[in-house]
């Protein structure tokens, strides 16, 4: 049995791209490992299915959506490491085995991938992405980008992780994988490597429509309804986590990275600065008590008893635990 497995999902030949899924098959020539093809169309299917690079192969009698093709993957995978592929993506030997050497090495990481963000979950959106090497060195990060990424399998096989299938066709399934990740205590992580191409879009750009199952719906549609299946799915669960005390599920690591600017700032005696950043972060994140208790550390520096207690407050509102600040809050009594 070989070491790695690939999943492509293939429902055309990437229009808009000058990649495609017979391209990939020649790049995956030249690095080892069992392909499984998850075909979302019979047309497709019938043209390549026999092509000598494809070891495994489903056939759907129409498109079941990116997250279900997914998991039909990795049901299929056999192996430690699973790599999901876009059909559009043109991959070297090098960046597989970058990503997969990190993958490997590191304990916490569930999902690998070149390209990811930090993500704003309340706005729907991303506070920060991160391009093909954007980053110097791997990074954790709320999610990342599902067009190429590589997953510990075992955590699928043991049902600890499990793409949404509610998500049905696209949309949203890479920002919910990424809370699932932090949900198991678990990391997704930006591996910086250059072996790859990718035009974004290419799988659907030239489709004015999305066809699955017996439907056809266009993109717009698609988001609203996945975005309010997401809302709905992930309040409920931070509500419940929360019940067992503080809980950051729903901050982002955006948070951590301004946090550490903020501790910048103050050894350049930028206090201003630094106030600020931590205002904007207590606007965006109110229930993120780190930044109540570093807001309370600026004010007790500049001898403002009051603003400092009640930061400190807020914090402990936050996480009754909070030992950091009520110590703080012993020193202002």
């Known amino acids: 049995m070989k070491d790695r497995s690939f999943v492509i999902p293939v429902l055309d030949f990437s229009p808009a791209s000058k990649f495609n899924i017979k391209t990939l098959l020649d ?22 299915k026999n092509h000598r690079r494809i070891d495994f192969y489903a056939i759907l009698n129409c498109n079941v959506g990116v997250p279900r093709a997914w998991n039909i993957g990795l049901d299929i995978s056999r192996t430690d490491v699973t790599f999901i592929l876009n059909s559009d993506l043109n991959v070297r030997k090098e960046a597989i085995e970058n990503l997969e050497k990190f993958l490997k090495s590191t304990y916490d ?61 696209c949309y949203f399934e890479e920002w919910d994988m990424g809370l699932q990740v932090k949900l198991a205590g678990l990391k997704s992580y930006v591996v910086p490597t250059d072996g790859y191409e990718h035009e974004w879009g290419g799988s659907i ?113 936050l996480d009754a635990n909070f030992t950091e600040a009520k110590i703080e809050l012993e020193k202002l009594s």
């Open 205 to 317: 750009r030239a489709l004015s429509f999305i066809e699955y199952y017996d439907r056809k719906i266009n993109r717009d549609e698609i988001h609203l309804r996945n975005s309010k299946i997401f809302e709905n799915k992930w309040n409920k669960i931070f509500e419940e986590e929360s019940k067992k005390g503080y809980s950051e599920l729903l901050v982002s690591y955006w948070a951590d990275m301004k946090i550490a600017q903020v501790n910048e700032l103050l050894s350049e005696n930028n206090i201003l600065e630094a106030k600020k950043n931590c205002e904007e972060l207590i606007t965006v994140y109110p229930i993120y008590k780190w930044g109540y208790y570093i807001l309370g550390k600026i004010y007790q520096f500049e001898n403002n008893v009051k603003g400092a207690k009640s930061n400190f407050l807020d914090a402990v509102k």
């Open 27 to 48: 790049d995956l020539e030249e690095i080892e490992g069992e392909v499984i093809i998850v075909f979302n169309s019979k047309e497709v299917a019938e043209e390549i």
């Open 109 to 169: 990481a569930a999902i690998v991938a070149p390209q990811g963000s930090y993500h704003n979950y309340f706005a729907h959106k991303d506070h920060m992405y991160f391009g093909k090497m954007a980053l110097k060195k791997p990074t954790a990060v709320d999610a990342i980008s599902g067009f190429f990424f590589a997953v510990k399998t075992g955590l699928f096989n043991n049902k600890i992780l499990k793409f949404e299938s509610k998500y049905t066709p």
